[in-house]
C-alpha cells in the first residue's frame, strides 16, 4: 500500500481520536463501541475512532465493518497478519489525526467512562496521562497481578519512572508525544518511560478494572519472559542508543584488562621466578583479552549502525490491507 493511502485525513481543531487494537474480539466490538459513542457525546469537541484489526482470525473484521458503516467517525485499518500489540498501535497513531489520542484494550477490560479524567489530566499539563488499574487485584488473579508488580518495580528501577502500573494501554497522549516517539518490538508498555525520557510531563490516574466481557483473555504469565527481555531493550534504548559502544566497552575493557594483568603475571614469574607456565592462567587469560576485543569490536560495529540508521528513514512495523475511512 502506497504512502499515500497511508496519510490521515485533515483533523478539525480539538479532535479526539481513539485508538483500539483488537485480535479476535468479535463479541466486544459493538458493545465497545456503543460505550465510546456515548462518552463522546459527552465531550463537547469532535472524535475519531481508529480500530486496528490485528490479524484477527475470528469475525472481528465483520464486526468492525458494521459499526464503520453506522458511523462515519469510524476508521477501520486491517493488518495483513497478527503483528503484535505494538505495532497495531503504531498503525493507530499512523493513521489518527487527532491532537489528543486515547489509547485502550478491545477487550472492554477498561471502561469508556473514565477518558474524561484522562483528558483532564492532559489538559492540566501533563503530556502523558496513564492509567492506574487501583483495583486490579479484586478482578484478575494473583497469577497475573503479582508477576505484573514485580514488572512495574523493574520498569520503575530501570526507567526513573514512578508509575505504578505500567501495563495498562489505557491512556492518554499529546500528538507531539507520539510523534517523537519510534515503537518496535513490544515496547508499547515502555511508552511512558520512552516519553520521559525526551522530557513529557507523565501523571498517574485512576481508572476501573474490570472483568472481561467476552472472548480469551490473550495474557498470562509466559509474557514475563519477555517483559524480562524487553526491560533489557529499554535500558538500552534509554542509556545507550545514542552512543552504544559505551555499553560494550563496559563490559570488554575490564575484561581485556583481567587478561592482560594475568598474562603479565604469567610472563614476569616465568622470566624472573621460576621457568614453568601456568596454562590453565594462559588459556584463561587469552579467553579474557580474546572475548574483550569482540565485545569492543561489536561496539563500534554497534555505533557505526547507530550513525547509520540515524540517517535512514523509518520502515512502518506492520503492513496494512485495507483501510476503511469516513465518509467525511
Not at 482470525?57 to 497478519?81: E, I, M, P
Not at 603475571?265 to 624472573?272: G, L
Request: hydrophobic content about 45%.
Amino acid at each position: 500500500m502506497s504512502d499515500d493511502a497511508l496519510a490521515p485525513m485533515d483533523a478539525p481543531e480539538r479532535l479526539l481520536s481513539v485508538v483500539v487494537p483488537f485480535h479476535n474480539e468479535d463479541g466486544n466490538v459493538v458493545p465497545l463501541h456503543e460505550r465510546l459513542s456515548a462518552v463522546a457525546a459527552t465531550l463537547g469537541r469532535p472524535v475519531e475512532f481508529v480500530y486496528v484489526d490485528d490479524g484477527s482470525s475470528d469475525d472481528t473484521a465483520g464486526r468492525l465493518a458494521q459499526v464503520a458503516d453506522a458511523d462515519d467517525r469510524v476508521v477501520v485499518v486491517t493488518l495483513r497478519r497478527n503483528f503484535g500489540q505494538t505495532a497495531a498501535l503504531v498503525a493507530g497513531f499512523d493513521l489518527s489525526v487527532g491532537e489528543t489520542v486515547i489509547t485502550l484494550d478491545g477487550d472492554l477490560q477498561h471502561a469508556p467512562e473514565d477518558i474524561p479524567a484522562l483528558l483532564a489530566a492532559i489538559e492540566a499539563g501533563a503530556d502523558v496521562a496513564s492509567g492506574w488499574r487501583r483495583d486490579r487485584a479484586t478482578i484478575d488473579p494473583w497469577l497475573r497481578t503479582v508477576p505484573s508488580r514485580v514488572a512495574n518495580g523493574l520498569i520503575r528501577r530501570v526507567s526513573g519512572v514512578q508509575l505504578r502500573d505500567f501495563g495498562t494501554t489505557f491512556k492518554a497522549y499529546r500528538r507531539d508525544v507520539i510523534d517523537d516517539l519510534e515503537l518496535h518490538g513490544e515496547l508499547h508498555r515502555f511508552i511512558p518511560a520512552l516519553a520521559a525520557a525526551r522530557g513529557a510531563r507523565i501523571t498517574e490516574v485512576p481508572i476501573q478494572s474490570l472483568a472481561r466481557h467476552s472472548g480469551t483473555s490473550h495474557y498470562g504469565i509466559g509474557r514475563t519472559w519477555g517483559v524480562l527481555v524487553d526491560l533489557i531493550v529499554l535500558k538500552f534504548l534509554l542509556s545507550y542508543v545514542g552512543r552504544p559502544l559505551r555499553a560494550f566497552a563496559a563490559v570488554g575493557l575490564p575484561l581485556f584488562a583481567v587478561g592482560f594483568l594475568v598474562a603479565l603475571a604469567v610472563t614476569i614469574q616465568f622470566y624472573f621466578f621460576t621457568p614453568q607456565i601456568g596454562y590453565g592462567n594462559l588459556i584463561f587469560a587469552a579467553l579474557c583479552m580474546i572475548v574483550g576485543v569482540q565485545f569492543l569490536g561489536m561496539g563500534l560495529v554497534a555505533e557505526l549502525g547507530a550513525r547509520t540508521y540515524a540517517r535512514t528513514g523509518k520502515q512502518r512495523p506492520y503492513a496494512v490491507r485495507r483501510i476503511r475511512r469516513r465518509a467525511g
